[in-house]
């Protein structure tokens, strides 16, 4: 089975950075994600982590470290639209499908 | 570009009765997969197909049947509704096996009383 932790919810300023945290158990790892959810509307894809280190993109930045079992999300220069879930993924089994999501972490960002 | 459209987006249903929810995607997409998302739950697999006339048990298959007759389309089926399929449905579609190009409709919320 998998198992995906992240904090249920987080509050940051406007202008600030943020890291939001995932641990994952699982067995056949293959890569991790991370998704921005609004309220009311679909998930949309941020990043995507296979091999160990960080990738950047913009404002934000993934992480990935396979040996712990432990990724982040680092979002800069926060804005006021930030404030979403962001669902963390796994992806892993050989020959099989399977996209396990965690629960989500709601970000508030605020004045 | 439509992308992956899901209809009904809203819909309400007596517990017992039946219905279908389509997905539909113009991407060529051979991956299809639908998620139901819960509070305090995240999205949770229910079914998924690996391409036209394919269909796999996702994480929470039981109660619904799906279908993939055209590549195009993918049929969510709900047999009886009971009150705990009240759920956002979201359908995906992606070119690839892995979640790095994976599309999701916009939902479609279901409710069962």
């Known amino acids: 089975g998998q198992n995906i932790d992240q904090p249920t919810e987080m509050t940051a300023t406007e202008g600030a950075i943020v890291q939001i945290n995932c641990t994952y158990q699982t067995s056949g790892f293959n890569g991790l994600f991370w998704y921005q959810q609004h309220a009311g509307e679909a998930p949309t894809f941020l990043s995507y982590?296979?091999?160990?280190g960080l990738e950047e993109k913009g404002r934000f930045s993934s992480f990935l470290s396979r040996s712990k079992g432990y990724s982040y999300l680092l979002l800069k220069e926060l804005q006021m639209k930030d404030s979403a879930y962001y669902l963390c993924?796994?992806?892993?089994?050989?020959?099989?499908?399977?996209?396990?999501f965690g629960k989500g972490t709601k970000l508030s960002v605020i004045p | 570009n439509a992308g992956v459209t899901q209809t009904p987006k809203f819909r309400v249903l007596k517990t017992g009765q039946s219905m279908t929810l389509l997905c539909a995607q113009d991407?060529?997409?051979?991956?299809m997969y639908w998620y139901r998302q819960d509070p305090g739950m995240g999205l949770r697999l229910i079914h998924y197909?690996?391409?036209?006339?394919?269909?796999a048990k996702g994480e929470v298959p039981d109660g619904y049947n799906v279908s993939r007759l055209k590549k195009q389309n993918f049929l969510l089926g709900l047999e009886s509704a009971a009150p705990s399929q009240t759920s956002v449905y979201f359908c995906a579609s992606s070119l690839e096996l892995t979640g790095n190009t994976i599309y999701f409709g916009e939902g479609s919320w279901l409710t069962v009383v």
């Open positions: 982590n296979v091999l160990d």
């Open positions: 991407m060529n997409h051979e991956y």
């Open positions: 993924a796994v992806t892993s089994g050989a020959g099989s499908y399977q996209l396990t």
């Open positions: 197909s690996v391409g036209e006339g394919t269909t």
